[in-house]
């Protein structure tokens, strides 16, 4: 074991042999001394250690330095925020201590990928709201140029460029990131399957068809009941779940906030309401309404099923736990269960609820519920009816993309990891 240990010398005192400078009185009794205790005159404390570790008794441990953390970055559009997205960022920051995330400019959007559903802000919102992200840097470039590169070096002491298994091509063909592989500042992470961003305006445009299709009513687009949404491709697994998930109950009294809703492309707007309610308790708690149950209030089928907003929830820093389908009606039995001290909801709501029993009927009666009022009034049908009303333009955007995608999933090969 000691010698693992990083030791300074103390060369004035042990320079020639084990101590060939002791000289005198003084290193006569020292030799003595020694003598003694290697021999075991000490009534045998002394030293079955000696004279094996002799060349080791002028030494003294070093303190300890203490390291940089490891930072590494991610970059992406992140626009139309998906469970994708937050397993990258996850799995980059395994690879380091800090991870720094940066959100590609919308010009940069526009000119290599087409245009963005979500602005700037909404994105940034959104990365920002990720369980692990530490810090992020708006209107990053979508190639890693060598000056921006430096820039992530020396300003942000940046370790490691991190980027998905997917090519990343630019408009003439080229490596995004052909230059920090070349540096050897480079490492990859596996891509996760069955969700892209292309694919979501896919189902989009697929469960809206287009504007002739489409009913508008006073909370936006509604697709008729003839159109289905196109199948997922996720693969749920309790691992995947276990890997965004906290693991951590509420601690003995700590004031349990409840919170539900279908959470559907998930949004800024559900980023903020999380966070505000989140800021009424010690533990968030919310609950995901199944894909039947939100069909039969709306009339037509989410947009992500019921395992892909669930992990959309789970990866919010804010959220603390998750109940996975839960019910429509918040019951007592309900709030017994999971000692839920305040159920709230937001303001800006989706679907028809006229007519139909109260949901929260139950925590009114008994003085626990707290309308909130919603930071921002985006939701869903707003985010899908951007991308009905510029139907061709991002028809023309998923074609370029598909392309790219198409050749991915053909000349796909296991990569390991997670």
């Known amino acids: 074991m000691i010698g693992l240990l990083a030791f300074e010398s103390h060369q004035g005192l042990w320079n020639s042999g084990y101590y060939s400078q002791l000289f005198g009185i003084g290193g006569v009794m020292i030799t003595v001394a020694i003598l003694m205790l290697s021999t075991g005159y000490f009534g045998g404390i002394g030293a079955p250690f000696a004279p094996y570790f002799w060349p080791y008794l002028g030494q003294v441990p070093k303190k300890r330095e203490c390291k940089r953390p490891v930072r590494v970055y991610m970059d992406g559009c992140f626009d139309l925020m998906h469970y994708g997205h937050a397993n990258a960022l996850r799995q980059a920051k395994m690879l380091g201590d800090q991870l720094v995330v940066g959100v590609v400019s919308d010009e940069e959007i526009v000119a290599n990928k087409g245009p963005p559903v979500l602005s700037m802000e909404e994105r940034l919102t959104l990365v920002s709201g990720l369980k692990w992200v530490d810090e992020v840097i708006p209107n990053a470039p979508y190639e890693i140029t060598e000056e921006f590169m430096n820039t992530l070096f020396n300003k942000y002491s940046i370790d490691y460029i991190i980027h998905g298994d997917d090519p990343c091509l630019l408009p003439d063909g080229t490596d995004a990131y052909a230059l920090a592989k070349k540096v050897g500042r480079y490492k990859q992470i596996k891509r996760t399957e069955g969700v892209s961003s292309t694919d979501i305006v896919g189902r989009i445009l697929l469960t809206f068809k287009q504007k002739d299709a489409v009913a508008v009513d006073e909370v936006g687009v509604k697709p008729t009941d003839e159109l289905k949404s196109q199948l997922s491709h996720f693969l749920p697994t309790s691992r995947r779940i276990m890997q965004f998930s906290n693991g951590q109950a509420p601690s003995p009294g700590a004031r349990v906030v409840y919170i539900d809703g279908a959470f559907d492309l998930f949004h800024a707007g559900h980023v903020e309401i999380l966070s505000s309610a989140r800021q009424l308790g010690d533990f968030l708690l919310v609950g995901i309404h199944d894909d039947q149950s939100i069909r039969d209030r709306r009339g037509y089928r989410p947009i992500m099923h019921l395992h ?5 929830v789970l990866a919010c820093r804010y959220v603390d736990e998750v109940i996975i389908g839960a019910p429509w ?10 000692n839920i001290s305040l159920v709230v909801h937001g303001t800006v709501t989706e679907g028809n609820s006229a007519g139909e029993i109260d949901p929260y009927a139950v925590p009114k009666s008994m003085g626990i519920f707290k309308t909130v009022t919603s930071p921002k009034s985006i939701t869903s049908v707003s985010v ?35």
Not at 308 to 312: A, I, K, Q
Not at 329 to 338: A, L, P, Q, Y
Not at 390 to 397: G, M, S
Not at 398 to 407: F, G, I, V
């Open 329 to 338: 009606e918040v019951s007592k039995d309900m709030i017994t269960t999971f």
């Open 308 to 312: 892909e907003r669930t992990l959309s």
């Open 384 to 418: 899908a009816t951007r991308i009905v009303d510029n139907h061709e333009a991002y028809k023309k955007r998923n074609l370029k993309k598909k392309a790219s995608e198409d050749r991915y999933y053909t000349q796909k090969k296991f990569v390991s990891g997670d």
